[in-house]
Structures are given as C-alpha cells and as structure tokens.
C-alpha cells in the first residue's frame, strides 16, 4: 500500500514539473514570436532604413576655396588638386613609427614628414586623418596602392591644395590658410549646427590677412555624395550627389604690379608702404618688408623653415605696415598745422623767428642743422620742415588739445581696415599717461613732454596704415573712409558681385582755405623744400613731407652720428604724399626703417609710386638698382612700360563685367589722371588684359617675381633730438 502511494506522489511530481517545462517552453517560444513580430511587423520600416545605412556611407564633397584677385583680375590665390598619404592612428594595427617606416620603403618619406605628423599630432584626435605625405606622384600612387592591404588606417586622398603664385609679394595681404587647430576649434563654439555641415570634410581653415577675414566667403558650402559601399567599406556605386558650390572670387583694390614694384624698391631694407585713394577709402598698395611666402605654411610649415622667420632680427612675420607703429617725425607737421588753422593758435601769415633752437626751463631743443631759419611762417615751416616752429607751436596748444586735434584724424586707433590684427599707436594725452603707467611719478604729465610732440617725436607711435589715412583725410578736405584691401566678392555661380566699400564716416569740418594752405606747402616741399631732388621733373604737380623719425633718444648733450651706432638704432626714414595737388587720387605714407633722411630713402619710393599711379610707368633698371640702396634722387634712365614688366598675356579671374573705367578700360593706372598725360604717360598702363581663363592655366611673370609653380609639382622638390 506504501509502495502504491510513493508511486503516485512520484507520478504527481512527473506531471508537476511536465507542466512547468511546458509552460518554459510556452512562454519562450511566446517572448521569439513577439520580438520576430516587433522586427518583422512593427519596426520593419526602421530597420530596414537602418540595413540601407550600413552600407550607405555621406561623404562630404569639400568645395573649391575661392580664388583671390588683385583690381584687374590677376590670380593671386588659387587651388590645385593632388593626392596625399594619410593616417588615422585610431585604426593602425601595429604603432605608429613601425607603420611609417614601412610606408617609407613605398613612399618618400622625409624627415620633415615625420616632424610636422607630431605636431599635427598634438593638435588633432586618434580617429583624425593626418597628412604623412603631400603631393604624392603618380608612381608612389601606384606602388601603395598595389600594397594598400598591408596598411588599415592607411589610405590616400585627394585634397585641394592652395597656391600663392607670387610667393612673397603681398604675403601679409593675402595671409594663408591652414590646419584647423585645436585652439580654432574652441573659438567653434558658438557656430550653428550649419556652420559645422559646412565644414565637413574640411581641414583648413584662413589664418592670417584676406584668407582669414573674408574666410566665409572663400571656403564656399559643402556638398554631398551617398556612396553604396562593400562589406570592407569600399565605394560600390554613387547613389546621390549634391554638388560643393565652390567659394566666392574675392577681388582686391590691391595692385599687383604696384605691390611688386615697391617690394622691389625696398631691396633687403626694412619698412612699410601704404597707398590709399584719398576718394573711397581703397587701399592700392599695402607693403610691409620683408615679408614671407604663404606657400611655406600650405602643408603645414616644418620646424626649420618656421624657426627661421619666427626668431630672424628683421622680424618677417611682422605686418609692419598693420602692426608695427612708430614716431611719425616730421611728416606730422601738415597735421599739427592744420590744427593750428582750426583752433586759432596761428594764421598762415604767423611769423615765428627760428633761431636753431627752441629753449624751455633749462631745456634747449635743437633743430636740424646749427643754423636757424629765420623768419618763419606756416607755409615755410612745412617746406623747410622747420622744428622751433612746432616747439613753440606744440608748447602753445598743450597736449591735450593737440590729441583733440589730432583724434579725429584717426591718430592713436583702429582705422577699420579690414584685416585682423590692427595694431591702436599710441596718441599721448593727460588722461592716455595715467591709463598706461601704474606708478604716480610715471603718471604726471610734464610740460616738456609737450614740446618733442609737435615735431612727432615723444610720446606719438602711430601706423603707416594711420599716417596715409589721416594723410588722405586731410588732403581730401576731411573727407574720411574706413580703407579696404577688397573692393568686391563675386558669386562665381551667379556672377553677382558684392561691393565691398569702406564706410563713409562724418567728414572733418575743415575750412577750404586752410587746406588749401596745406596742399599749397605741401606742394612746396617737392619744389624748393626738402624733396625737390627727388621730385625733379615730374610731369604732375604733387605734395609731400620728408620725416626723419629717432629709433633711439638721445642724452641731453649727445648728436646723432649713424656711423658710431648700430644699424637697428639708426634714424627712420619717411614721407607722405599725394597727388594730383588739386584732385588727390593718391595719398601714401611710407617708413625705411634705419635708413635716415626722409628725402634719401622714403621719398625715391613715393615718388615712384606716383609715377605708376600716375603716369603708368615703372623705373629703369638701373634706376631701381639705385633705389633699393637709397642712392638716388629724381628718376634716371628710360621708364618702362606696363608691358615690358608683365605681358598682357596674365591668367585672370573673367570677371562678367568690364572694370571701371578708372581703371582697365581706361588705359590708366589706379586713380591715373587724363591731365597728367604725357609722352611718357602714353605708355600702355599696368592693367590687366580682359578674359576668362580658367583656374589651372599658368601665369607669365615679371622678373621681380620669384619662380613658383602655379600649379601642382609632378614631382617633389621721445626727445628732443632734430627731426626733418
């Protein structure tokens, strides 16, 4: 009977756990059939959307960086395409420098390569692809591509590579572009979800001059291609496209052939040159020697080459003419006079008697040379460029009507030139003294600082970019415009262009008889007044200011001797001017840095500028030999032609409208006036020749301009001292 019951109870427990392997077995095959029905019937559209993704790669299509012009459409930026050796370190299954030595039994592979990895490297993400070699031939194509499978995080690309055809002509204009770094990256921050799709595939970024400020305009929109790809991740077949708009064609008021010209002038010497049309603010030359190729920073500047222009004495990575400021001497003698014309402090017809020296307390002030001048009124203080005149003149206004004088003219801040980086000057006043020293004693304002004021010495620094705007302003009879280096944007799709114009600001109240007082002794100087030699000639009538600035003060009882000192301490040479006298289309301000007497150095420059803007004309040879070392005056030989400089055979932009014809239609130079004709001015001008060439054509070059490739290589290859 027992043995009955434990059979029972043992079959219960059978059934028991039966039901509870059924009720499993239910229940799991429930939970398949339900997610089989979730990912075949309710989630079906998703996951399919899904499959089609994974084997759909979005490849960006990086546009053409637009090209950038000088005002006749020479190419002075354009693009070429080559392949580039690339690593993604985040997919390379052995280390990095075991990959690049076996790359390099394939490739050349130089020691720079390496160097400028590593610093990539520090600027970038594992999962990031870096160049290891640019500019990749055709046969080291092949040959890594016939072992590409011995190298995942290994591959090659087609990049677009920027080229400045002119090498170091216009350099700090221009700027360059770069890789985007980790430091531009932040700046990122606050660009919209837009702003990032458009740069989708795109490394470099503008960095320096026109490339960095005019940046949204070049870069262009970014396109897009969807690629079906293999299991391996190969491209199959395109599926869509939506094609990059390449960037905008930016054109400059630049000159090229001007830009040259002075850049030759200057030979090995330090200094900068800026030329303005006094009419609309546009800038037709901006200068600053020496000065550096672009090209070197494409691929991303090596070590050596960076070290050499980063720690050179003659600082070539200065944008002297931006950036670099200075005592303006003498040449802010115009200004100081029309100050006095506004404020009453002196008539024209004023006498003050020039006794050599100007004495205040205990102080005397020299002027230049032992002897005075005598009797001296407005007119003869700016043609002999007398320094008691502006003592005394200085001392009478005090400093801080001098700054308010001096202010509106754009002395001592921001012009609103469009280019980053503009350097303020310094406009010395009561109220600037305690701004920029801590201590009290440095703080006061003393009266003897007033007097080296008048004769822009002392406390004044200010940028050959403000002394040619404030020079344009005064000759143009307060007429004020921000300058601009690009005169306009062209969509190259629509061939609509933008105008780029410098904002007009509110004109200086200035009466028409002071200015014409100022032109007037301007004009002077360049016929019987300190740069008569060099204006010897002219077929134009023009105006000018010789300056001589210090580098260096000098004790109370020391003379300047420029042979006892170094050359880095010698005396700046300057000089202002502009032209037509009556109708200025030109002013200019320029400085050769150690170089001396305005009129020896800095005016054979100016003078030459307004013979090209005038007259179309550049000097001989053996006139410019002599211009680049400061030897000579008044222009000597036979002038050429635009034509024997640069054929009219220039690749050029094809802008689809004619330019103005001030200009190209015109047969004249930038701001070139027909009354200035003569034989000499019949010369063809320094124009481009009108057209549409294409991008990849080449470009025929003066002699002034150092051989480069326009396209991509097949292969690899303050006191009292006197002022004048």
């Known amino acids: 009977m027992i043995e009955l019951r434990d059979a029972e109870v043992e079959q219960e427990r059978f059934r028991l756990r039966l039901i509870v392997a059924m009720l499993t077995v239910l229940v799991a095959f429930s939970l398949l059939v339900s997610r089989l029905v979730y990912l075949q019937v309710l989630s079906f559209d998703e996951l399919t959307t899904r499959a089609e993704n994974n084997r759909i790669a979005v490849v960006p299509v990086v546009p053409n960086r637009g090209l950038i012009v000088d005002r006749n459409g020479i190419v002075l930026a354009n693009n ?140 262009g929109i970014t396109g897009v291609e969807e690629v079906e790809t293999s299991a391996a991740g190969r491209p199959v077949r395109r599926l869509r496209s939506e094609p990059a708009t390449p960037g905008h064609t930016v054109r400059l008021s630049i000159d090229i052939r001007l830009q040259g010209l002075i850049e030759d002038m200057f030979g090995e010497r330090r200094g900068a040159l800026v030329a303005i049309d006094p009419r609309n603010g546009e800038v037709l030359a901006f200068v600053s020697k ?14 050596d080459s960076w070290k050499e222009l980063n720690e050179s004495i003659n600082k070539p990575l200065l944008n002297r003419a931006l950036r670099g400021t200075y005592p303006p001497g003498s040449t802010y003698k115009p200004f100081m006079a029309m100050a006095a014309l506004n404020t009453g402090k002196r008539t024209a017809g004023q006498i003050t008697y020039d006794s050599g020296t100007f004495v205040f307390g205990d102080h005397r002030f020299r002027s230049h ?49 469009d280019l980053d980086g503009e350097a303020t000057g310094d406009l010395p006043s009561t109220s600037w003294k305690r701004k920029k020293y801590k201590r009290a004693a440095q703080q006061r304002w003393y009266a003897g600082e007033t007097i080296s004021l008048g004769i822009g010495q002392g406390y004044n620094n200010f940028t050959m970019l403000q002394v040619a705007s404030a020079m344009a302003t005064l000759v143009s009879g307060g007429q004020r415009y921000e300058p601009r280096v690009v005169r306009d944007v062209e969509n190259v799709v629509t061939h609509e262009r933008q105008r780029i114009a410098g904002e007009a600001l509110p004109p200086l ?104 803007v005038l007259l179309g004309q550049y000097p001989s040879e053996q006139d410019l030999a002599l211009v680049r070392t400061g030897q000579v005056g008044a222009p000597i030989g036979v002038p050429r032609r635009a034509s024997d400089i640069m054929p009219t055979l220039i690749h050029s932009a094809g802008f689809s409208a004619a330019a103005p014809a001030s200009d190209a239609a015109s047969g004249t130079a930038p701001g070139a006036s027909a009354a200035a004709a003569s034989p000499a001015a019949s010369a063809p001008a320094p124009v481009a020749a009108s057209g549409s060439a294409g991008a990849g054509r080449g470009l025929v070059q003066p002699a002034w301009v150092r051989a480069r490739p326009a396209t991509a290589p097949a292969a690899r290859p303050s006191a009292s001292e006197p002022t004048r």
């Open 80 to 219: 070429y395409s080559a392949y580039t050796l690339e690593i993604t370190r985040s997919q390379l299954s052995e280390d990095l420098e075991t990959v690049i030595d076996q790359l390099a039994t394939i490739v050349d592979i130089q020691p720079r390569d390496r160097k400028r990895l590593r610093r990539l490297m520090g600027d970038s993400k594992s999962f990031e692809s870096l160049p290891i070699r640019n500019r990749l031939t055709d046969e080291e194509v092949a040959r890594f591509m016939a072992q590409r499978y011995r190298f995942p995080g290994v591959d090659i690309k087609a990049r677009l590579f920027r080229n400045y055809p002119y090498g170091e002509i216009g350099g700090h204009v221009l700027g360059y572009i770069g890789r985007i770094n980790q430091s531009e990256k932040k700046l990122m921050d606050d660009w919209t979800e837009e702003d990032f799709a458009n740069y989708r595939g795109t490394d470099v970024i503008g960095k320096l001059g026109v490339e960095q400020r005019y940046e949204r305009e070049l870069h």
């Open 290 to 303: 020496p000065s550096f190729d672009p090209n070197l920073f494409v691929d991303g500047i090596d070590q």
């Open 509 to 612: 109240a200035f009466k028409p008889e002071h200015v014409e007082v100022i032109r007037r002794a301007m004009y002077g100087v360049t016929q019987t007044g300190t740069s008569t030699k060099v204006f010897a000639g002219a077929p134009y009538q023009s105006g000018g200011k010789t300056g001589t600035a210090q580098a260096r003060s000098l004790g109370a009882n020391e003379k300047y001797n420029a042979s006892r000192i170094s050359e880095y301490l010698r005396d700046h040479s300057l000089y202002t001017a502009f032209a037509p006298l009556d109708e200025p289309r030109v002013a200019l301000a320029v400085i050769v840095e150690n170089a001396g007497f305005g009129a020896e150095a800095a005016a054979p420059i100016a003078r030459r500028v307004l013979d090209y």
């Open 369 to 417: 040379g032992d002897a005075g001048l005598g009797a001296v009124d407005m007119a003869r203080s700016i043609v002999q460029s007398s320094n008691v005149y502006y003592y005394a003149l200085a001392n009478d206004m005090g400093v801080d009507l001098i700054h308010d004088q001096m202010d509106p003219f754009g002395f001592g801040r921001r012009t609103g030139i």
